[in-house]
Structures are given as structure tokens and as C-alpha cells.
């Protein structure tokens, strides 16, 4: 059920007020029901008779957004806005078609999670005479937590049991090594951006800028065992048998600026340049009891002394660098523009959140070379862009998941890449009621150089990339029956593609097509009324399969899935005065 409404107040002759307020209640579509563990090492079995329902995974969203403008004259205007949102979600998205059919799951503890954020933002901009300025600042207070069941992880490793929940030599007691995880997470970040603009001439226009951001994330994830024994839990953790408490600092500032010459009536070029400095800190521990901070001292002895575990992640990172663009664009007539773009990017390195890993990962860099035409014709019924690319990563970044090495998601460099293919999408407006929309992309993603991951080789040149498909499309019909009443129908369409980058132990993710049909009827002025369909034929469409959850015989396989065919009902109320 979705409730939302907005509502428009002019202040003053110069001065406007929008508030705008939503609560979205989703029903559930999997069901929790009942399922065992036995564990190898101690026999114990596990039922979940606490955790058994129909359509648990409910997602309450209730947030606000206000703005404020002000017009100080005709050359100056502040904009100011607040925006909160709350998320509290119950279960979870995955379904276990394989053991438990269909829209079907089984779960031993809480699976919950709650978002709740604020932001704050507000613009200056106005004329300098010169130029153009433009000031803007924001900044993100979010507090995140998530319960989550994690018992297949037990069943699955050799070292839960054997080392903390049935490791009767140091501990005296076999419990059952049932866990869920606990993560509470803050964040807060700012931003600060400002830019000049040039007056609007024939020949040279130009933009310069500056950008300053800082951020910073509290992180304190808990894998607990209700009833661990003492000596195996990481001191002050309320039974976690492995725990990550850590804090990150990042510092990015960039100054950038474009330039726009005119070099004929219908050949424009665009010079586009970007240099960044970024400095990364990440403090705090991560491990187990079996982590000693004295080498001549056994881990657990060495911690039967402290209260707080102690730190063993300190990492440190910096760099620098700069990314260009060039475009040349010219009209070729009033209706087609044809292009071509050259262009880098790049995402910055960081640290992995991991003692056993224990390293940074450097920047990747993007260069994309990119060619194509937009246009209309017939009179402006019809529009038509389309574009050829091809992208060359260098050092791309991947994460990834490796049960046998950390419990947290990693990132590593896997080296040289690709990604070519052709996009175009059509508008086509057939006469007063029917109107025909379509986009269409083939890409080819692949590895251009062998990835070894940790000594071995993970993927060889050629592999495809993860979750890139190689064909996907949709279309739209909007036809309108008269002036009151009219129908959308759309299609999307994705190809199969790989859930991961390693060879050995990816899995295949199918191809799908959706359809979503909605109509809407005009009562009267104030007042309508809509149905809509989505998923009219009900297809049942794997968007990610996690086989990451444990390792060997005993990996736990979820897939989250969209939702089954949903018939539902809107009404849409406007009042002015």
C-alpha cells in the first residue's frame, strides 16, 4: 500500500514552500517455512518453529522531503532542503527453489533491517557578472542496522564447530553453533561543491570548479552463537564468536573544469579535465579469540585478560590522479546531431575491512571511446539515438566473497577488461492516441588478461564479467483511449548472465521478461482512478543467486527473485486553490 502526498505553499511574492510526505507498506511474497540443520561435528539438530510464516519479507518506507526556494532578486536564488526516509524491512528477498521449491525459504533467527537517514542540502547560485556561480553543500547523518540468519555458514565450515562452539579442549562445552549476524553501521558524510559558469557567447564558454568530500563509517558486525562459551567469545561482544569493530575516514577533494568552443556553426568541441586527491583511513579489529596480540602468547590466554578486543587494522591510503574528455560534436542538420566522445574515469582504491587480507587495492581507470547520432524526423513524431562504444578498464576492481578467508565482501584488482557493444532507443508517435517507445543494448564484457586470485588462476582472458547480460530491451505502447482515460503496457527483457567472475564455482542466472500493464481513468479534475498489473504472466526471474553462503558440499544456494503477478489499485487526488 502506497500513501504519499505533496503540497505546494507560496510564502511570498519571491519565495515558495514544498512539502512532500510518503508511507509505502509492501507485502510480503516468500514464505518462511519449516527446515532443519544437523550439524557434522556435534550431531545437534536444529528446527525453526519460531521462524515459520506466509509472506514474511514486509517492507515498511516512511519518509519526508522539504524545499525551500527563495528568490533574493532576479540574479540570486537559495535553495534549501531536508529529506528523511525510514526503511524497516522483515525477512528476507531470496527463496531456496532447490531444497524448498518455490518462493519458499527456511530461516533459524531474525532476519530484519532497518535504514534510517537524513539529508541536508542547500544552493546558492546567481550572477557574478563575469560568470555564474554556483554553491552547494550537503550533508548525510544514517544509522543502519540488520539481523541476519547465518547458520548455513556452520553447517558448511570446518573451523565453527571444531574451534568455538564444540572445541571441548579450551572450552569444555559442544553448544549448537547456530549464528545470526548483527551489523550496526553510522554514517556521516558531507560535500561541498562549487563551480563557475561563463556567459553564454558564440564561440568560447567554459566551466571550473571545486569539490571537497569527507566520510566517515562506524561499522560493529557480530557473528553470534546464543549459547558460546565464554573463553571463545571476542571479549565485550555479547557472544560473537568473530566480530569486525572498525571506523573509516575517506577524503576526496577534485578540481575540474570544461571548455566549450564553437568552432563552426555546426562543429562544436568539448575539452574536459578532472584531478583528484583522495586519503582513506581504516582503524579498529577484526578477528576472533584466536587472534593473540602477544606472538609469544596463545591467542586465548592472551585474551582471558582483556575486556575490548584490541586493534589490528590500521591501514592507510593515498593517491592522485587525473581523468580527461574529448567530444567533437556537429549538427549535421537541424534535426541530427552526430558525435564522438573520448573519455576516462576512474573509481578510487581503498583498504579491505579484513586482517586476512590485510591490503589496499589500487584505483581502476576507465577509458571509453564512444561514437553515435540523435535525432528526429517526420516532422517530430519520430526520435531516434544510437550509439557504438567500447570501454578498456585497467586495474578493474571486483568484489567478491571468499567464505574461506573473510566474512566480510572484499575487492581486488583483477586486471585489464572490456566492454564493447551498440545501444539505440526509438520514440515513435504513431498518431493522437498511440504512442510506441523502444532501447535496445548489446554488450560484450570480458577479462582481456588471466586473473589469478591468490597464486591460482581464478578466470582466464576472454571469461565474461559478472552480471553484465549480453542483450537487453524493452519497449513501451502508451495508447489513449480519450481525454480521460488511457493504458501503458511494458516489456523488459534481460539475457542470461554469470553470477561471479571465478570459472570454478560461478552459477548461470537465466533470462526473463517482465510485463506490467497500467491503466488510468480521469474522474474529473481532482480525482482518478488506476489499475495496474505487474508481471502479468507471472514469470518467476532469478536477479542474483548467491552460492556464497558457506563452501563445499554444504553451500547454502539463495536466489533473490522478483515478485509474483500483483494486481493492485491507485487513486491520485489533486487540490488547488
Not at 480 to 508: A, G, K, P, Y
Request: charged share 20%; proline share 3%; net charge negative.
Amino acid at each position: 500500500n502506497l500513501i504519499e502526498g505533496f503540497i505546494n505553499i507560496p510564502l511570498s511574492n519571491n519565495a515558495a514552500l514544498r512539502i512532500v510526505g510518503f508511507n509505502d507498506d509492501e507485502g510480503g511474497y516468500i514464505d518462511a517455512v519449516a527446515d532443519s540443520i544437523t550439524y557434522p561435528l556435534s550431531g545437534i539438530t536444529r528446527t525453526n518453529e519460531g521462524y515459520v510464516k506466509s509472506d514474511y519479507n514486509e517492507a515498511l518506507t516512511q519518509g519526508y522531503r522539504a524545499a525551500l526556494r527563495i528568490d533574493l532578486n532576479d540574479s540570486w536564488t537559495i535553495d534549501a532542503n531536508v529529506i528523511g526516509q525510514e526503511t524497516e524491512t522483515d525477512g528476507i528477498w531470496d527463496h531456496d527453489p532447490t531444497r524448498l521449491g518455490n518462493y519458499k525459504v527456511g530461516r533459524f533467527f531474525e532476519d530484519s533491517q532497518d535504514d534510517d537517514w537524513t539529508k541536508f542540502a542547500a544552493t546558492v547560485s546567481g550572477d557574478l557578472g563575469f560568470a555564474d556561480l554556483n554553491f552547494a553543500t550537503s550533508s548525510v547523518e544514517k544509522d543502519f542496522e540488520t539481523h541476519s540468519d547465518y547458520s548455513h555458514y556452520s553447517l558448511s565450515s570446518p573451523y565453527v564447530e571444531a574451534y568455538y562452539s564444540c572445541y571441548t579442549y579450551y572450552f569444555y562445552a559442544c553448544v549448537d553453533p547456530s549464528q545470526n549476524y548483527n551489523k550496526e553501521t553510522t554514517v556521516d558524510t558531507s560535500h561541498t561543491e562549487i563551480r563557475l559558469s561563463s556567459k553564454e557567447n558564440e564561440k568560447l564558454n567554459w566551466i571550473v570548479g571545486a569539490f571537497f568530500g569527507e566520510l566517515e563509517t562506524d561499522y560493529n558486525t557480530r557473528w553470534r552463537i546464543a549459547d558460546l562459551p565464554s573463553g571463545a567469545a571476542v571479549p565485550g561482544s555479547e557472544n560473537a564468536w568473530y566480530q569486525t569493530d572498525q571506523i573509516r575516514k575517506d577524503e576526496d577533494e577534485a578540481f575540474f573544469g570544461e571548455v566549450y568552443y564553437q568552432i563552426t556553426d555546426a562543429l562544436e568541441l568539448t575539452l574536459g579535465y578532472r584531478n583528484f586527491d583522495y586519503e582513506y583511513a581504516l582503524s579498529g579489529y577484526s578477528g576472533s579469540v584466536f587472534y593473540s596480540p602477544e606472538p609469544t602468547v596463545p591467542a586465548v590466554g592472551a585474551y582471558s585478560t582483556l575486556s575490548a578486543p584490541p586493534e589490528n587494522v590500521n591501514g592507510q591510503m593515498s593517491g592522485s590522479g587525473s581523468v580527461s574528455k574529448v567530444n567533437l560534436a556537429y549538427q549535421l542538420t537541424p534535426d541530427t546531431l552526430i558525435y564522438t566522445t573520448v573519455s576516462e574515469g576512474y573509481r578510487p582504491g581503498g583498504i579491505n575491512r579484513s586482517t586476512q587480507i590485510g591490503a589496499t587495492y589500487k584505483p581502476d581507470y576507465l577509458t571509453s571511446t564512444e561514437v553515435g547520432f540523435k535525432s528526429t524526423f517526420n516532422n517530430g513524431k519520430t526520435r531516434l539515438n544510437a550509439a557504438l562504444y567500447d570501454m578498456d578498464w585497467d586495474d578493474m576492481q571486483l568484489g567478491f566473497y571468499d567464505v574461506t578467508l573473510s566474512k566480510l565482501a572484499l575487492i581486488d584488482n583483477v586486471g585489464k577488461a572490456s566492454s564493447k557493444g551498440y545501444e539505440f532507443d526509438l520514440k515513435h508517435i504513431v498518431n493522437d492516441k498511440l504512442t510506441l517507445s523502444m532501447s535496445y543494448a548489446s554488450n560484450e564484457a570480458e577479462l582481456e588478461e588471466d586473473y589469478f586470485y591468490r597464486g591460482s588462476l581464478s578466470a582466464p582472458s576472454g571469461t565474461d564479467l559478472p552480471l553484465t547480460p549480453d542483450v537487453k530491451y524493452n519497449f513501451m505502447i502508451d495508447y489513449s483511449f480519450d481525454d480521460t482515460s488511457s493504458m501503458q503496457i511494458n516489456h523488459v527483457s534481460v539475457d542470461e548472465m554469470w553470477n561471479d567472475l571465478t570459472v570454478s564455482d560461478r552459477v548461470n542466472q537465466g533470462s526473463y521478461k517482465l510485463t506490467n500493464i497500467n491503466f488510468t481513468k480521469m474522474l474529473n479534475e481532482s480525482l482518478s482512478v488506476g489499475m495496474f498489473i505487474d508481471n502479468v504472466f507471472d514469470e518467476l526471474a532469478d536477479l542474483y543467486i548467491n552460492n556464497e553462503d558457506g563452501y563445499g558440499v554444504n553451500t547454502h544456494i539463495l536466489h533473490t527473485v522478483n515478485r509474483p503477478q500483483t494486481v493492485g489499485i491507485k487513486f491520485t487526488w489533486n487540490y488547488s486553490n
